[in-house]
């Protein structure tokens, strides 16, 4: 009796030691916090990671919507890169305004990166910025300011309050006249820890005039903007494959 009791301990012994090596072979999994820090982590480390190239690609699509002239569908339309500028402070690159720089220094901008394109019939000419941010509750609640929507300037993003973002003139081109003055409207987009700033104006130097007078160039002009600045964002705030632990101890 007392040996067949021994091996009915021994055998469970085993059982139990088996079930625990098996539990630290079995693959370790995140929590929900672990996976929401390391999905962004990886979101905010992409402008370091992607080439400038594909940050702002040589061509970007977007549309005008013929419904807003009684067109059925929409018009498809490219924007052509110009120049991209090197790396800069957000001082620097934002320009004058207070309450851009508020919301940039209320979530510790780490630096803006710009590049200026134009629209195929070289008309019009739009710069296009990236503020790096420390998180994305503080890129939404810095659209939120910028454009007064309740949305955060999420996906397609909103028209700003306020002229923004020093433009970036680009010698020998059609913004080779775009400056400060020659801002007429602006657009913002939050996505992941990144604002994504633009400012669209004419190619011929005119400075700032009622743009909106004009319903077909205000249509226009807020299109190019809408679309570069959408095209830029969406990458940056993509979320990344779901992260896994590649399963060994210690992982």
Partial sequence: MLAALTAMIGVGGIVIAG????????PRRFTAAQRQRIESWDIARRWRTTPKTKIFPARLRYKLDGGEFGNPGSLALTAR????????????????????????DRDGCQA???????????????????????????????????TGNASGGQSRGAQAKRLLLRPLPVPDTPASAFGAKQRQLAWVVGSGSYLVLATAGYADGRPKVPVASD??????????????????????GT?????????????
Avoid: N
């Avoid at 890169?81 to 940039?104: D, E, M, N, P, V």
């Avoid at 200026?116 to 300011?145: C, K, Q």
């Fill in 112 to 146: 803006i990166l710009r590049a200026t394109y134009t629209d195929a019939t070289s008309s019009l000419v739009l710069t296009v910025g990236v503020a790096v941010l420390g998180s994305e509750r503080g890129a939404a609640s810095a659209a939120r300011l910028l």
């Fill in 81 to 104: 890169r110009l120049g991209i500028a090197r790396q800069a402070s957000c001082r620097r690159a934002a320009g004058a305004g207070r309450t851009l720089l508020t919301a940039l």
């Fill in 215 to 236: 319903s077909y160039t205000y249509m226009e002009m807020t299109s190019l903007a809408r679309g570069v600045a959408a095209d830029v964002a969406a990458p940056l």
């Fill in 19 to 26: 079930a625990g090596i098996s539990g630290q072979l079995m």
């Fill in 239 to 251: 979320p990344p494959p779901v992260p896994k632990c590649p399963g060994a101890p210690g992982c």
